[in-house]
């Protein structure tokens, strides 16, 4: 059944997630599954057993008290909870396999720990992945990365219905100065400003007009910038209340978990930022 997953562990970061969490299954009339994940934080060898059952209830009581914080804040939405043993990263992907999106809490640019579940879970999910981070600005502003790519495609469609739901404007923006953006691989485009310019603006139309359509009431702009997809999404994001970008782009590396573009914004961005799969549903 479609619904709504977020991570919830009692900070700060977590609790915002929560906040976000509970207004995406409000707009969208789904359920609210939150999950919480403990772990004895010993090695195995030296398990005790009162102390595991004394961290467990210390997950139970931290888990109750998100629900708890879910129901006040939208007493309409339905509210689950789910107790993992275990990371949290897996937690969430398991719970949201069948999912329309995850949400999870960031810490702040530039201070995401290495194996941070911000990192991981956009990485490793098949659903779409919020990563929460400070307060969203009042003007309502969601920016998406086109390339021209099925992935990008797919941040096109999640972020118009972002738009749609929220009230929000949309900024569709192509950064085509690198070769791995140059449509059909054409890399003489690069001699030739003017003509990169037409070809790639005549791209970037074309992947927006669809949605316009699907979307007509969704004021929807778009930008063709001659800078490298990953310097013009985070110049965008400054402006931003939510960055969307595909899992992958024409430019990534498969070495990557995600496209290197994505993985820029999770780490320096701003604002929140979603990752969106190319298959979805």
């Not at 919480?36 to 209830?57: C, L, M, N, Q, T």
């Not at 339905?78 to 937690?91: Q, S």
Request: with cysteine; aromatic share 6%.
């Amino acid at each position: 059944m479609s619904h709504v997953v977020v991570g919830y562990d009692g900070t700060s970061e977590s609790e915002r997630a929560l906040r976000w969490a509970v207004g995406e299954a409000r707009l969208r009339r789904l359920p609210l599954t939150v999950c919480h994940a403990w772990r004895w934080p010993y090695p195995i060898s030296y398990i005790d057993y009162e102390g595991v059952a004394i961290v467990r209830r210390m997950g139970e009581h931290l888990l109750d008290h998100g629900v708890a914080l879910a129901r006040e804040l939208a007493p309409s939405v339905t509210v689950r909870e789910r107790l993992h043993d275990g990371g949290a990263g897996p937690a969430l992907v398991h719970e949201g396999h069948d999912a329309d999106l995850i949400v999870v809490g960031s810490h702040e640019p530039d201070e995401m720990p290495v194996g941070s579940t911000a990192l991981r879970v956009p990485a490793q999910a098949d659903r779409p992945v919020l990563v929460v981070r400070s307060a969203a600005r009042r003007d309502g502003l969601v920016v998406v990365g086109v390339d021209g790519s099925a992935g990008a495609d797919a941040a096109l469609a999640f972020g118009f219905e972002e738009a749609a739901l929220r009230g929000w404007r949309l900024r569709a923006v192509y950064g085509c100065w690198e070769p791995g953006a140059a449509p059909d691989g054409d890399l003489s485009l690069f001699g030739d400003e003017d003509k990169l310019r037409r070809v790639c603006g005549a791209l970037l139309e074309r992947a927006v007009a669809p949605w316009r359509v699907k979307y007509p009431y969704v004021r929807a702009t778009t930008s063709l910038v001659l800078r490298s997809p990953r310097e013009t999404l985070l110049e965008a994001a400054q402006d931003a209340n939510l960055t969307v970008t595909g899992a992958r782009g024409t430019g990534a590396v498969e070495t990557l978990t995600v496209g290197a573009t994505s993985d820029a914004l999770l780490k320096h961005a701003p604002c929140t930022v979603a990752v969106v799969p190319l298959l979805i549903g």
